[in-house]
Structures are given as structure tokens and as C-alpha cells.
């Protein structure tokens, strides 16, 4: 609740969309109608008070050292401590973020850079390595530490759904598994990152060739200049 979204797009140059949890829009098992913790600052500082630190507290926060990732720490840092927490940001190589996300060492990560993308459309793909408990382990990819056991045995379940008449159950239950972790709020979820690719109207071919990422080696077989025979 502390984190003012809207100001982390403007640094981005709005080339994001706000998060409220840990799928993107796009990826099935998004909540459509979960509208996520809002922007409030006297209710963050209210539950850190009930969370017993009514005085805050000091801990660091660490981000990769390459633009725009200072600048978004910076503003996270901010929103901090304007409820109380003072949070030293620590701006290093992005290898030397991940070993201290991996081990334990850094008590705030803004993983900015460094995110977990699909590699495939499927919400398991975000669970097990960054949310699941046997990714919280040292050197795992769950910097959280979060760990639940129901939880787990829920992801269990979901992943034993292999039959075709069963899709839909699964993707809901997926569904109701993020939530769930929301609940928790291991996370933060700030935004989801826009990305733009763009080419001469001289270069032809479906648009599916210029997506981003960018296929290498690119698709030449299947672009082509529009002036040329």
C-alpha cells in the first residue's frame, strides 16, 4: 500500500501497466476482476504500526546498477519513508543482486531487470522457482524465502491436471492459487512492462516477425523490402 505505482510508469515513460499480482494480463489465470492492495500510505503506515514497528525501521533495498533501476529504487525508497522505513539503497551489478537474492543476504529486492518472463503460457511458470518452497532455498530464485505448504499442495494438484476435460478447472484453480499468495503479499507487484518494436513501413511481413523479443537469427526468409521485386 505504500508504493505509489503511477510514479514508477511516469520513469518508465508509461511503458508499463500497474500490477496487482504476480501473472500479467495476458497469461491464463489472471484475475480479471482482483483489484489488488491500493495506493495508501496512512493505511500501510497504520498496518506497520499493528505489524509492531509504530517507529518503522531501517533495511536496504537492492536493485541492479543500469537505468532505469536506480532511479525506480529511488522512488520505492521514497514511498518507504514516507511510512517510517528507512531503506540504504544498494545499486550493484545485476550478478552480484541475484547471488544476494539467492542467498538471503539482501531483505529487499526490486527486481526490476531481472524479472521472471514467460517462457512459456502457462501460470506454473510462475510459481515454482520464484514463489514455490522449493525455490526458497540458498542460491533458489525465490528471494522472498516465501514458503507455504498448502499452497505447494495446491500447485501439486494443479500440475496433476494433465487430462484435456479438465483445462478450464485447472486454470481456475491457478487462478484462485495467486490470489491466495496476494493474500500472504510476499510481493509487491509493481508493474508489467510494455515493450514496443518498430520498423520501416520499407520492410514488410506479419507483424508476428517484429514482435519483442526480437528472433534471432531473425526471419529473413519471411520479411522482405516492399520496394524490391
Known sequence: MAIDKKRVLRIVNGRGTPANQPLQPAMPGYHQDYEGYPYDPDKAKELLAEAGYPDGFATELYAMNTDPNPRIAQ???????????????????????????????????????????????????????????????PGGWNWAKYCNKEIDALVAKADGMASPDQAEERIELWREIFIRIMDDAPWAPVFNEVRYAMHSPRIGGDDIFFADPIHIPVHYEYVYATDVE
Open 75 to 137: 522512488s520505492l525508497q521514497q514511498d518507504l519513508a514516507a511510512i517510517g522505513i528507512d531503506a540504504e539503497i544498494k545499486a550493484l551489478a545485476q550478478a552480484t543482486v541475484i547471488a544476494a537474492g539467492g542467498d538471503g543476504t539482501a531483505p529487499m529486492v526490486w527486481s526490476g531487470g531481472m524479472a521472471w518472463i514467460a517462457d512459456y503460457p502457462d501460470p506454473s511458470n510462475f510459481y515454482g522457482p520464484i514463489l514455490g518452497c522449493g525455490g526458497a532455498v
